[in-house]
């Protein structure tokens, strides 16, 4: 994210009032910025533009949330940020397993919005870069040797740990949602089996944490999944 | 009344043989009756020139008087009538005819057939005395018992399967209670029949027993069905309809009075619940309509103070703009997005209430960690709590919990939101829990003044608020939702003061029995 090439973010947004708000802070940080006001032509945005970032609004007046999210994944890789109203919440989190890669909650900071962007576009760049090792805090994950190390002492964590470790990893400071995470490390049949995530996320706090109920990189997000917090996010 | 169609081939073998049985009975009481005269003569025959014929016809008496308490009058009579002529023939002389000359042998004889009669009709008296007095306590037993079955009853469902259930052990007849809707039109009970549950009912001829409040009979093919009001004072709850009526098949008016007493007491006890059905709906309208009252006044209260400040701040920046200096503008800026964040956690908040007191709370149940809750909740409140010490004491290995963790994040976040808010700033909040056999008790605890004497359990209360800290925001309804939550998962939520700290809210979760992991570490590799 040089000044040279600045990335171009896609607001898919139907009120006028927080579109340019969004677009006034987005500019002031130097990213630009095209809007759309429906799905439809966001789509087109989409196709004729190709942004490297997409802010969407779940509550478009033409095209629900869920199916523009589900039509833009069909036409790319591109990193998704849906924002919810609070009346949303089933909304948001079919969104994100439709393919969103994290959510905002209306109202929100500045700060909230750009540490969200930030963390979006260092995923692209690292699908771009084929990270090899992973830091934030004290936590160092060697993603070539499968190594987990807290303050440069290496953690034992099991198989299915470490799945769980670097899928969180793949999306670091983004939420993955139970069903992904589900998915990803017991397969489809088992995307209702919430019991296992619960259990073998726990042995990972037990073994990463100093306090695991007040967790430091393994946070909660009760009722849509879990997040590897970044520490560059902020 | 008696079952009058016997509706199996068992109940009609058991139908039968209890007929078989009583003809059985009469007739071996006939038997009896002609049999035992003459054993009396084989007995007296070789005592003849011993015994003189009064101590004879004594023997005679003894055995009229057997018979009649064994099998009643009716072999009695036969007895005694047959023993005088055997008597006659065998023992009076002249021997072998029936002729008696001896006048006191016919006075004896005459003696003999009085008795037996007179012992006869006692005896059947003192049966027929028992047996009332035992069918009175069957009664008393039948009555006492509906009316305990009834008195647990809390809708008219459960008194519908109680009446039917005891009609049918009580007097062996199938039955059915019928009840209007809102149109007062009377419907088949639309839940499973009951097992002795009556088909075929005339709904037409019920509706005209509930709309003239008069009992009905008909006579089908089936069988005749008479169809009874339940009313008290007036007003009429439904109608019971029963085949075989009482009073076509009943013999006694006591067993009338009896049927009558039993419908009496279904009807009150569906008095009783309409009554409390009643009463309950207009208590829940009065305080949803001042629920409401209270909500509106709380909420206009609590938006219109920062929208002022903000609207002043606002209109002070647009309008002169050019008299402030920089740091001047930075202040109303800071009053405008303070008040502005005060006013979206209180839309938040008001949000959860309309969702949750709208209904009753609809829960998401998942297996869930506390631990993670309890993390999120301070995730969550990350910028209240500041540098404030929070301990967490959570035992390891806490199995998980069968809960909607929204609605549980929701009142952890609430409680641990009330300890910042109500103590002094920099004072530690202990977050602990603790398990026990079918329990999990999370304790949230502060060091601040506590709650006042005997305020505890009214904090719980819709728009309470304690009288120092009525300067801050929030509308009462907090810890009413928080018990709302809890409860609604089968637990409790207490206030208490301890001992050397400020506040503690003690919240007991019930513990399930928790899924297997069939999953283990070598599907991953």
Same mark, same amino acid.
């Given at each position: ?61 033409? !095209?629900? /949330?869920?199916? +523009? ?8 890789? =591109?990193? $998704? %940020? #849906?924002?919810? *109203? ?63 190390? !807290?303050? /440069?002492?290496? +953690? ?8 769980? =470790?670097? $899928? %969180? #990893?793949?999306? *670091? ?62 | ?525």
């Amino acid at each position: 994210m040089t000044d040279e090439i600045k990335p171009l973010i896609l607001i898919i947004e139907d009120d006028q009032q927080t579109r340019r708000l969004l677009k006034t802070n987005l500019c002031n940080r130097g990213w630009r910025v095209i809007e759309a006001e429906n799905g439809k032509n966001g789509l087109s945005l989409v196709k004729s533009d190709s942004p490297d970032l997409v802010i969407l609004d779940l509550g478009l007046p033409d !095209i629900d /949330g869920i199916s +523009v999210t589900k039509r833009l994944r069909q036409l790319s890789d =591109l990193p $998704i %940020l #849906v924002l919810s *109203a609070r009346s949303q919440e089933q909304n948001k989190i079919m969104a994100l397993d439709a393919g969103a890669d994290d959510y905002l909650t209306k109202p929100f900071s500045t700060g909230e919005l750009h540490a969200r962007l930030q963390a979006l576009l260092r995923r692209v760049m690292r699908t771009i870069n084929n990270m090899e090792t992973f830091q934030t805090g004290e936590l160092t994950v060697e993603l070539a040797r499968r190594k987990v190390f !807290i303050a /440069g002492n290496e +953690v034992h964590i099991t198989p299915i740990e470490y799945r769980l =470790l670097s $899928i %969180l #990893v793949r999306h *670091a400071g983004l939420v993955v949602t139970h069903r992904q995470l589900l998915k990803e490390v017991w397969g489809v049949e088992h995307i209702h089996d919430q019991h296992y995530l619960r259990v073998y996320m726990g042995q990972l706090r037990h073994k990463l944490e100093i306090n695991p109920a007040r967790p430091r990189y393994l946070q909660t997000e009760v009722g849509v999944g879990y997040r590897l917090v970044d520490d560059e996010e902020c | 009344m008696r079952k009058n169609e016997p509706e199996s081939e068992q109940d009609i073998q058991l139908y039968e043989m209890m007929l078989n049985r009583r003809r059985w009975d009469r007739l071996q009481g006939y038997m009896a009756g002609i049999t035992v005269p003459f054993i009396c003569t084989l007995i007296d025959w070789p005592l003849r020139h011993v015994l003189g014929p009064a101590s004879i016809l004594m023997t005679y008496l003894l055995g009229v008087f057997l018979v009649a308490s064994r099998y009643g009058r009716g072999a009695s009579i036969i007895a005694s009538l047959l023993s005088a002529p055997v008597f006659a023939f065998y023992f009076a002389s002249p021997i072998f005819s029936f002729a008696i000359s001896d006048l006191e042998n016919i006075i004896g004889l005459g003696v003999m057939i009085v008795v037996a009669n007179v012992t006869s009709n006692f005896l059947e008296r003192v049966q027929l005395q028992a047996e009332i007095s035992k069918q009175r306590e069957n009664r008393a037993n039948a009555l006492y018992r509906l009316s305990q079955a009834l008195s647990d009853a809390h809708n008219q469902q459960s008194v519908a399967g109680i009446a039917v259930s005891h009609i049918y052990d009580d007097f062996g007849a199938l039955s059915v209670l019928l009840f209007p809707d809102q149109e007062f039109q009377l419907h088949y009970p639309s839940d499973i029949p009951l097992e002795h549950s009556l088909r075929g009912v005339d709904l037409q001829i019920a509706q005209q027993t509930y709309q003239q409040h008069t009992a009905k009979q008909t006579s089908k093919s089936t069988g005749p069905i008479a169809y009874y009001p339940l009313e008290r004072s007036q007003t009429i709850q439904g109608v019971l309809a029963i085949e075989s009526p009482a009073g076509a098949d009943l013999a006694s008016p006591e067993l009338i009075t009896f049927f009558d007493t039993f419908l009496n007491l279904i009807s009150q006890t569906l008095e009783r619940l309409n009554l409390t059905e009643k009463a309950n709906n207009a208590n829940l309208q009065a305080e949803t309509e001042s629920l409401r009252n209270a909500l509106l006044s709380a909420i206009s209260h609590d938006l219109r103070t920062p929208l002022t400040r903000i609207i002043g701040a606002g209109t002070a920046l647009v309008e002169n703009n050019a008299d402030f200096s920089a740091e001047e503008k930075l202040d109303f800026n800071r009053v405008i997005l303070d008040e502005a964040q005060r006013m979206s956690e209180l839309t938040s908040k008001m949000l959860d209430m309309a969702r949750l007191t709208a209904g009753e709370i609809i829960l998401h149940q998942e297996w869930n960690a506390l631990e993670e809750i309890v993390g999120s909740a301070l995730n969550r409140l990350e910028k209240n709590i500041g540098t404030r010490p929070i301990r967490t004491l959570l035992p390891d290995h806490l199995p998980l919990l069968w809960i909607d963790a929204v609605l549980v994040e929701q009142v952890l976040t609430n409680l641990i939101e009330n300890a910042i808010k109500y103590t002094p700033a920099g004072s530690p909040i202990d977050i602990s829990a603790e398990l026990s056999a079918s329990n999990l008790t999370v304790n949230v605890s502060d060091y601040g003044f506590g709650i006042p004497q005997g305020m505890e359990e009214k904090v719980f209360d819709k728009f309470y608020r304690l009288e120092s800290e009525s300067h801050q925001g929030g509308v009462g309804l907090g810890l009413t939702l928080c018990r709302a939550i809890i409860e609604a998962h089968g637990g409790t939520i207490q206030a208490a003061n301890q001992y050397g700290k400020g506040a503690s809210f003690i919240i007991n979760l019930p513990i399930h029995e928790p899924p297997t992991l069939n999953c283990f570490e070598e599907m991953a590799s």
